[in-house]
């Protein structure tokens, strides 16, 4: 796994485009890095252009991208059972602390992968397979001049669409008002997308969704949040 995550991240540097992440190469502590040797095999899914994930039949799939170190996958997975989850992440150390606690917990329902999101769903999500997309505190690329690497654009929400099954939702959040308003944007204007909140706007966090690692740090900071989601018509 980890020769292959290697050759992965080079090519990822090596590409032109612009990418919504910086590689991190975080050291990895012994417990993640056992379970990346020990534990990869068995709930990782390796990237590969010509191998489609097909997701079993008669249970909601829900694809969670970039969860950071993976504590609000692992609860939302712990609670939903009865629907199957796929996490992907670009940071090796968070992969590595999310199959520790797959682990742990026990779980049958969470599969990870450690890629380019963008490049997950060009090539390995058949379209309109997932019934949910969740994306929690992207990175906000704050800088004016960095906001194009922004993971929520135009092309990607569509990419996006291409992927939900018909009703199937896109759920972002955000703590960054500035983000939430592009997100806002981008959606209102993409073709095939309906906004679910009463008010055309943001709604209240629902009960599903955990309060996340990066928002508790936000919250610290005394900001605020902002969830969306949105139905693919
Ligand atoms: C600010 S963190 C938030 C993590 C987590 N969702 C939370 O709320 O604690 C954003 C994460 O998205 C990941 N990420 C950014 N772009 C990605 C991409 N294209 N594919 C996979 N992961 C990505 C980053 O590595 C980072 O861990």
Redesign the pocket.
């Known amino acids: 796994m980890n020769e292959q995550l290697n050759s992965d991240n080079e090519n990822i540097k090596s590409k032109r485009t612009i990418?919504?992440?910086v590689l991190r190469q975080g050291r990895l502590t012994k417990g993640q890095e056992q379970a990346l040797n020990n534990l990869w095999p068995v709930f990782g899914i390796e990237y590969d252009a010509n191998s489609p994930i097909y997701f079993a039949t008669g249970k909601p799939a829900v694809l969670e991208?970039?969860?950071?170190m993976g504590a609000?996958l692992i609860e939302m997975a712990k609670n939903a059972p009865n629907k199957n989850f796929l996490g992907?992440?670009?940071?090796k150390p968070?992969v590595g602390a999310c199959l520790m606690a797959i682990e742990e917990n026990q779980l049958s329902n969470l599969k990870v992968m450690c890629h380019?999101?963008?490049e997950v769903l060009e090539n390995m999500i058949p379209n309109h397979s997932l019934d949910k997309v969740q994306i929690?505190?992207?990175?906000p690329w704050h800088k004016a001049r960095h906001n194009k690497r922004r993971?929520i654009q135009p092309k990607f929400v569509q990419l996006i669409r291409q992927k939900l099954k018909l009703g199937g939702i896109l759920h972002l959040a955000t703590d960054w008002q500035n983000y939430a308003e592009h997100m806002l944007d981008v959606l209102n204007q993409a073709e095939g997308f309906e906004n679910l909140s009463p008010s055309s706007n943001y709604i209240p966090r629902p009960d599903d969704r955990p309060i996340?690692?990066?928002?508790k740090r936000g919250q610290n900071l005394g900001h605020g949040v902002w969830d969306l989601q949105f139905v693919n018509k």
């Open positions: 990418r919504s992440f991208i970039g969860f950071g609000s992907i992440e670009v940071h968070g380019d999101a963008v929690f505190f992207p990175d993971i996340t690692k990066f928002e």
